[in-house]
């Protein structure tokens, strides 16, 4: 009798969590438990705070408990400016932003941006203003583009010499510009296909002595010879070089 007593009243407690948990899977905790404030950190020079707030708001799909942080997070790193984000749940109704920008270090062809993690990135609007660099490249070339500009300007910024812009051609050919001793005129460095790193090296290697030459009046420098390299002239015709033999 006791045994049976006892598993009637098994069975019942049993059938009241069934039902207690069916009304709690029903139970709408997104409106008791809603999203009530976003807290935003970060350090923004590209990005727009207002612009970024509207992308969070766009992407908040849940309440306090419900909201899925990974999908938020995954949402936001695709804005272009964004380096890293990370989301959390700051109780009892408010989510945690920390965003972190992206550095730009060089534009990339006419419409992207190089990250100091080396990554292209396309903002809708690239402002002309930064003081950067310019790499032109064959598609999937900024990387090794990249790491040439790095190697360049150890030695140029020694020499008083800033690179303006790296160019390489669809023949795989080298380019150069760069400014001299802060003087505005651009001069051109013409470094071929082949041995570009030994060209380069030739080059500084003459030039570190820079009393040597006189750099104002040069337009480009060429190179592309085995024993030596050609300098064309301001005001002189594009055909007159002058060869010179580094010994």
Known sequence: MHSRIRRLIGVSLMLALVVSGWKLMDYDFDSIAPIKKVEIEGEFENISHDVFREHVVAVIDGGY??????AMRTALMELPWVDDVSVRRQWPSG??????EKTAVAYW?????????????????ISQQFTLPKLNGPDGSHNKMWRFLVAINKDFSVM????????LDDRRAWGVHFVANK???KIQLKLGRNHA??????????FSSIDKFDLK???AIDLRYPNGFAMRIKNNSASKHELVKEA
């Not at 008083?160 to 160019?167: I, Q």
């Not at 790193?197 to 003459?206: H, Q």
């Open 160 to 167: 008083g010499f800033k690179v303006v812009d790296l160019n």
């Open 217 to 219: 009046n040069i337009v």
């Open 183 to 185: 003087t505005a005129e």
């Open 65 to 70: 408990f419900s909201l899925d942080l990974d």
């Open 197 to 206: 790193d030994e060209r380069l090296s030739r080059f500084i290697r003459v």
């Open 95 to 100: 989510i945690h932003i920390k965003v972190t």
């Open 109 to 125: 062809n006419d419409d992207a941006l190089i990250s100091d993690h080396g990554d292209v990135f396309k903002p809708d609007f």
